[in-house]
């Protein structure tokens, strides 16, 4: 007998939450949202550092009338390992476990930083990326999807097209969110919209780097259809990857608005 239910017991505090519910109304999902908790991301052979705002729930059946809030913490608390796509798959059935539950949903979202090497000088520095995880658990199956906010630089074609000098150029947002049927590893995410871009970015640059950059996107232009396009072109010849989507948003160095592009594969 647990320390828990012999505290339980001797206090005589009646289990709410496991009342069975009279109104035979099943919930689909019930739990926290914005938790913020730390996770340590692996990327490559390194555990990162980082912290995530957790979002986690779970099925809770007619008859039951409530779900046991306090262990959705006891489980974030008991992660002990870098997270990475077969790891979360292990975790999301541990938490289920945990939950007495046979549905449920994980989703964590936080920054990581990749470092990265100037193309001609080769100074180092680090840029932030946004990522999120999804892990669900329906049917009898588990899903499990990486996504990531990659920021990169486009140049306008028609511009460069009707301009005797110059081309208008503004730095752009790729979210790339794929279903995970192998495991990618963050960096060859990004990879997908870095190198689809008129230009990746970097944090720092000197000057014969600032003129390499330059001149890539001069000599590159994107749409921001063409960089939507480009960018799910790859990922439909990666076998790792099942559905996905792809989202732009170029933020106008010339309107006051964005243009933007999505597309998905179901």
């Known amino acids: 007998m647990s320390d828990l239910k012999d505290l339980k017991d001797a206090l005589h505090i009646p289990d709410t939450q496991s009342a069975r519910d009279e109104r035979h109304l099943a919930i689909q999902r019930v739990g926290v949202r914005s938790l913020r908790y730390p996770l340590q991301l692996r990327i490559g052979k390194t555990a990162a550092p980082t912290v995530a705002a957790w979002d986690l729930d779970v099925a809770l059946p007619a008859e039951q009338k409530g779900t046991h809030m306090s262990r959705f913490i006891a489980w974030l608390d008991g992660l002990d390992k870098p997270m990475d796509a077969a790891v979360l798959r292990t975790e999301l059935a541990a938490m289920l476990t945990k939950l007495n539950a046979t549905e449920g949903r994980i989703e964590a979202r936080f920054p990581f930083f990749l470092r990265k090497r100037a193309p001609v000088s080769g100074v180092e520095s680090l840029l932030e990326y946004q990522g999120r995880w999804i892990a669900e658990a329906r049917g009898g199956a588990s899903t499990v999807w990486a996504e990531v906010t990659v920021p990169v630089k486009s140049l306008c074609p028609c511009s460069k097209e009707i301009s005797d000098y110059g081309a208008h150029n503004q730095r752009s947002h790729v979210v790339v969110c794929v279903e995970l049927l192998q495991e990618i590893a963050w960096p060859e995410l990004v990879r997908f919209a870095e190198d689809s871009a008129s230009s990746e970015i970097w944090p720092m640059l000197k000057r014969a780097d600032e003129k390499w950059v330059t001149e890539r996107a001069y000599e590159n232009p994107k749409f921001v259809e063409d960089l939507v396009r480009d960018v799910a072109l790859r990922l439909n ?30």
Do not use: T
Request: no cysteine.
């Open 237 to 266: 010849g990666d076998v790792r990857v099942g559905r996905y989507s792809v989202d732009v948003e170029n933020f106008e160095s010339i309107h006051n608005h964005s243009a933007v592009a999505r597309i998905e594969r179901a």
